[in-house]
């Protein structure tokens, strides 16, 4: 079956440096990845969508690249700022037609001033 | 607009009660998930909803877990006989339609705590 790992549990950064967080998959190449950002008592929020045919995506400070070679996909932050820390989480589909995500274990970041 | 919404946001309950969460999906949404979130684990699957279908149970991790969704819209997910693992966040979503290409909104959860 399909496993999202995120390797980092942890990513300090110093402020205005780029940050990049890891997301492997371990099996198929999923049609779609998605991360979300979650911060402390609150649910996920969704950042950005890659697909399988894309190879990045960005959306101002953010980037995401897709490396089906590698079944892995990097997620940059530029420009990093104090109130960037968050937990990031990578999340893909089980694939077909299941609608559920399957999600990594998070990177939390702390960029510190 | 609204988001989701999800109630209580904290529950305590003694070991062997029945709880019921619920969930107000956004509005016209066909899609809608329950998640759950221990400390220091990722979020993991428990049931699916999609407009009319039949949903996908195959999350749930003990029969004492059901959940219903009335009218395509409110879900309950239900915990009988609760056990002290059973302690942990619970997260609804819901999207557009169901799929992989739809992001999903989350609700602020249910932090569910079984004495």
């Known amino acids: 079956s399909q496993k999202i790992e995120q390797n980092s549990e942890a990513l300090n950064i110093q402020e205005g440096k780029t940050a990049t967080l890891t997301c492997n998959y371990t099996?198929?190449?999923?049609?779609?990845l998605q991360w979300y950002r979650q911060d402390p008592g609150r649910g996920p929020v969704f950042l950005l969508l890659i697909r399988e045919n894309e190879k990045e995506k960005r959306k101002e400070r953010l980037k995401v690249t897709f490396d089906t070679t590698l079944k892995q996909s990097l997620f940059h932050i530029t420009a990093s700022q104090p109130a960037d820390s968050a937990t990031y989480l990578c999340?893909?589909?089980?694939?077909?037609?299941?609608?559920?995500?399957?999600f990594g274990k998070g990177t939390k970041l702390s960029v510190k001033p | 607009g609204a988001g989701v919404s999800q109630s209580p946001s904290n529950k305590v309950t003694e070991k062997g009660k029945d709880v019921e969460l619920r969930c107000d999906p956004i509005s016209g949404h066909t899609a809608l998930y329950w998640y759950r979130q221990s400390l220091g684990q990722g979020l993991e699957f428990l049931i699916y909803f999609q407009g009319n279908s039949a949903p996908d149970k195959s999350g749930l991790p003990s029969d004492r877990f059901s959940a219903e969704r009335t009218g395509g819209s409110v879900s309950t997910l239900t915990i009988q006989r609760t056990q002290q693992e059973d302690s942990a966040v619970y997260l609804c979503?819901?999207?557009?339609?169901?799929?992989?290409?739809?992001?999903?909104?989350f609700g602020p959860g249910t932090r569910l705590t079984v004495t």
């Open positions: 099996n198929y190449s999923p049609a779609y």
């Open positions: 979503a819901s999207s557009p339609q169901g799929g992989g290409s739809y992001e999903q909104y």
């Open positions: 999340a893909t589909n089980r694939g077909g037609s299941q609608g559920n995500l399957i």
